[in-house]
Nanobody, 121 residues
Framework: QVQLVESGGGLVQAGASLRLSCAPS????????MGWFRQGPGKEREFVAA????????YYADSVKGRFTVSRDNAKNTVYLQMNSLKPEDTAVYYC??????????????WGQGTQVTVSS
């Protein structure tokens, strides 16, 4: 059974940084494009970032461009989301998903359980 497991969330102050990790289990995802999404309180699930299988191509939502960086280490079968200069509006549950690089969450077949990120002002 394929599972995606996120980690690295927490409670931080505005301006701080966090790094989220997504480690699939059950199979290797090194040949899959991977995406990150988030869902804030009372909000729709929204696209955050994505990365193709090699890591050469990355994609970002305008709201996080310049602050967040998506990367991957295929040898470790892990995808990362480095989040810098966090803002209170970044507060959400963050999910990794596969496969894909699109911004439509319905295109993705596999999802993690999510990790909570809370940014205080």
């Amino acid at each position: 059974q394929v599972q995606l497991v996120e980690s690295g969330g927490g409670l931080v102050q505005a301006g701080a940084s966090l790094r989220l990790s997504c480690a699939p289990s059950g199979r290797s995802f090194s040949d899959y494009a991977m995406g990150w999404f988030r869902q804030g309180p009372g909000k729709e699930r929204e696209f955050v970032a994505a990365i193709n299988w090699s890591g050469r191509n990355t994609y970002y939502a305008d709201s996080v461009k310049g602050r967040f960086t998506v990367s991957r280490d295929n040898a470790k079968n892990t995808v990362y989301l480095q989040m810098n200069s966090l803002k209170p509006e970044d507060t959400a549950v963050y999910y990794c998903a596969a496969p894909g690089v699109g911004n439509n969450w319905q295109e993705y077949n596999y999802w993690g359980q999510g990790t909570q990120v809370t940014v205080s002002s």
